[in-house]
């Protein structure tokens, strides 16, 4: 089962330079060798911080505790303390309310991703209002859901519901639409506690250079 890994952390101001260098050339290389396929790297253009994100998956979670042991992630993990502050990390599985295949690399992929708990005993409630409510109102706002998750291990609200778009303003519009409002509206009235959310833009630092190796294994 796909488990997603997620690290988050801001630049320390005045270290942009150096933690781009870092983050090309040992950080993205070093994450391939021990295992941990990246998957996108994002910047919180509309919500709360740290301001960059990194998704990662692994196949098992004993897999990535393995990973997480090693010598080698400590000493990439000791450089890139260098550079970045407000560091945390969380550990995501898929909650069984979508039906996913292989999480595979998105270029140019915006993200708005929303965040709750869930109340007590309306699981099943909210797994109705999810299939039948949810996930056709997002897709026909332009905006479909590409990931339910459930978080295992880490801080915070623990459901999240990941959906992407093309561009910030298909985003923008979305949230601005009558569908939208209700559907959040019952959502928070019936289902949800500690709700938030996010926009995330695409930094490309892991996409594009994975779509130009894509496209040299052509030639």
């Known amino acids: 089962m796909t488990s997603l890994f997620t690290q988050y952390w801001d630049v320390i101001p005045g270290r942009f330079d150096d933690y781009s260098a870092f983050v090309s050339k040992e950080y993205i290389p070093a994450m391939e060798r021990l295992g941990l396929k990246l998957l996108g790297g994002f910047y919180v253009a509309v919500g709360q911080g740290p301001r960059i994100i990194v998704v990662g998956t692994v196949e098992e979670q004993d897999y990535?505790?393995?990973?997480?042991?090693?010598?080698?992630?400590?000493?990439?993990?000791?450089?890139?303390?260098?550079?970045?502050?407000?560091?945390s990390s969380k550990?995501?599985?898929s909650s069984g309310r979508l039906a996913q295949g292989p999480y595979h690399i998105q270029t140019g992929a915006w993200k708005f991703n929303q965040y709750y708990n869930l109340v007590p005993g309306k699981e099943m409630e909210h797994y109705h209002f999810v299939k039948d409510?949810?996930?056709?109102?997002?897709?026909e706002l332009g905006v479909p859901?590409?990931?339910?998750?459930?978080?295992?291990?880490?801080?915070?609200?623990k459901i999240l519901a990941e959906c992407a778009s093309r561009d910030m303003a298909g985003i923008a519009r979305c949230i601005d639409s009558s569908l939208f409002?209700?559907?959040?509206?019952?959502?928070?009235?019936?289902?949800?506690?500690?709700?938030?959310?996010?926009?995330?833009?695409?930094?490309?630092?892991?996409?594009?250079?994975?779509?130009?190796?894509?496209?040299?294994?052509?030639?």
């Open 91 to 93: 550990l995501y599985v």
């Open 181 to 219: 409002r209700k559907l959040v509206r019952r959502l928070k009235k019936h289902f949800a506690t500690d709700y938030g959310s996010r926009i995330l833009a695409p930094t490309g630092r892991i996409e594009i250079p994975s779509l130009i190796e894509n496209m040299m294994k052509g030639f």
């Open 133 to 139: 409510e949810c996930i056709p109102g997002m897709k």
């Open 64 to 87: 990535l505790r393995r990973i997480l042991s090693t010598e080698e992630y400590r000493i990439i993990m000791e450089g890139l303390s260098q550079f970045v502050c407000k560091y």
């Open 145 to 157: 859901v590409v990931g339910a998750w459930r978080m295992v291990i880490g801080e915070g609200p």
